[in-house]
């Protein structure tokens, strides 16, 4: 894999998780990113700008020294678990569920700070954490679907915000990007286990994907009997 370009496993990841699939409306300044409409009138967006976009988010996540005066929010239940996953893989520090308003300018507020750069999970369900970094004039990032407004943000990462599986990949693949320009490290090793791992799972998913694991050991366990009974 050449210098920060995505491997045929990272676009198949970014496809299979839905990363591309947007709404069924567009915002004007999000039409850029649209690479085409399905028949069910649902945007396609363009993995390649998805990515370039990835990459500007990473250099400047890379450009702030204390990594810890980054911060990551996702106000959606189903966005925390990939919010605190990458903070813990970049050192960023994570704000999950409501924000308070004032966090980031009221310093009679306990633990009140104002961020160097924020990364928003969803432009629109975090929009008032991001109104409130355009107050103390913090840069932001944000993921972006195609019917959310871009006001406020100076990054935007055309991207599937709406899935948990998207947002999981999203911020995992961001993560490698970043600790790729840093250390070296490579972006896409263990690339299923690592989105997996970002993945918010509620607990009928978890029962589901349990009960198909013993399904599928029954198999196996059958398949080897059988072969053993063969004499193979």
């Not at 990459?55 to 189903?78: E, G, Q, Y």
């Not at 690592?194 to 013993?214: C, H, M, T, V």
Request: net charge neutral; aromatic share 8%.
């Amino acid at each position: 894999m050449s210098d920060l370009q995505p491997s045929k496993k990272i676009i198949t990841a970014l496809l299979q998780c839905s990363c591309h699939l947007g709404g069924n409306t567009s915002d004007i300044n999000m039409r850029q990113y649209i690479f085409g409409i399905r028949s069910d009138k649902i945007s396609v967006i363009d993995i390649d700008l998805m990515w370039k976009k990835m990459i500007l988010a990473a250099r400047a996540f890379l450009s702030i020294p204390d990594t810890k005066s980054i911060v990551v929010v996702s106000n959606k239940s189903f966005g925390r678990k990939a919010v605190l996953k990458f903070c813990e893989a970049t050192g960023a520090t994570p704000i999950t569920g409501r924000f308070i308003p004032g966090g980031f300018s009221n310093f009679e507020i306990p633990n009140c700070s104002e961020p160097k750069l924020l990364l928003a999970a969803d432009a629109f369900s975090d929009s008032q954490t991001i109104e409130e970094c355009a107050k103390t004039k913090t840069p932001v990032i944000a993921f972006c679907n195609t019917d959310n407004p871009l006001n406020f943000i100076d990054i935007a990462i055309p991207m599937n915000n709406r899935s948990p599986s998207a947002l999981g990949a999203g911020f995992y693949i961001l993560s490698r990007i970043i600790l790729f320009m840093k250390n070296g490290e490579p972006m896409d090793e263990n690339l299923r286990n690592g989105i997996e791992s970002f993945i918010y799972r509620d607990s009928n998913e978890l029962e589901a994907l349990y009960q198909e694991a013993k399904r599928e050991q029954q198999v196996n366990i059958t398949m080897q009997g059988e072969n053993v009974a063969r004499g193979g």
